[in-house]
């Protein structure tokens, strides 16, 4: 319930998975992969990634989904594989962002120094309103609470 569709994003995306077997939208602002929108193509490499991503998540039942997503990918290090090793052996599936400044916009809340977004509306496929550091602590809504529903679902405009 945390995203919203305002086009099409079918071409988008079957444009960028002619060189990706995996498209994954990132947060605004910063280099981090937020799986609150991606594309999987049915391939044997990406279906080895679902596989690994959901036995990863089964045996750390406790762990942040969007790091063990980017953990998979290679993006960051992924807990305990020092001491059991790569998950994938290397065989990470053809990946690549979602266009984050316009088309799959995910807005960060969480960390003042590149809150908000600064795309155009109208350029908007799809919006995803929660960036991927979920809301604990100090890091809760830094800036203070954005009404985002009167800019998507009250807004006559969009």
């Known amino acids: 319930f945390d995203t919203v569709l305002l086009r099409d994003p079918v071409p988008h995306v079957l444009r960028h998975a002619r060189t990706a077997d995996l498209l994954v939208s990132r947060d605004f602002g910063a280099e ?7 594309y ?15 036995l990863w998540m089964w045996h ?10 980017a953990g998979l990918l290679g993006v960051i290090d992924l ?5 059991f090793g790569r998950v994938l052996d290397g065989k990470v599936p ?6 984050p400044l316009n088309g799959f916009v995910t807005s960060v809340i969480y960390f003042p120094a590149v809150e908000g977004w600064t795309g155009d509306l109208r350029n908007i496929l799809v919006y995803h309103f929660l960036d991927g550091a979920g809301a604990s602590g100090s890091r809760m809504v ?4 954005v009404n985002q529903f009167e800019l ?3 807004n006559p405009g969009v």
């Open 142 to 145: 830094s800036g203070g609470y």
């Open 79 to 83: 807990h305990d594989e020092g001491e």
């Open 32 to 38: 981090c992969v937020n799986n609150g929108v991606f």
């Open 40 to 54: 999987m193509k049915a391939h044997p490499e990406v279906i080895d990634f679902v596989e690994a991503l959901l």
């Open 94 to 99: 053809r990946w690549a962002y979602l266009d």
């Open 60 to 69: 750390h039942p406790y762990y942040n989904d969007q790091r063990a997503f």
């Open 152 to 154: 998507f679902y009250a």
